[in-house]
């Protein structure tokens, strides 16, 4: 296994999760950052797009890391990105738990006489 491949993976995986977890949750602070933005709705796109090219592009150098066989020289310590990663999916469960929690299951019924405006 080769410690700097798989450390840089998990690096792109992390990078792959903030990213999806920034559209996913703020897409209208993020469109307000990026300059080039044609609002909320292309920042989720393209969003969506790079943190999954991320996540993609960090799993199979990660797969690759760990296939390939043991490199001679110095330790390159895996704790921390692992770490760094599992935060982040954390907060990105956290996240969707406090999302889903947060929204009425069900609408209450309409008095009657009442009407729905579209």
Known sequence: MRSRLV?????LLTA????TTLVTFYPVLVSDLVPFSAGPASVIY????WGSMLGGAGTIITVFGMLRAEERGRAVGLRAPVLVLMATLL???ILVCLSLNGVPMKQPPLKPGETITI
Not at 46 to 49: I, M, Q, R, W
């Open 16 to 19: 792959g999760v903030v990213v």
């Open 7 to 11: 450390r840089k993976g998990f690096n």
């Open 91 to 93: 907060a990105f469960a």
């Open 46 to 49: 393209f969003g969506f797009f």
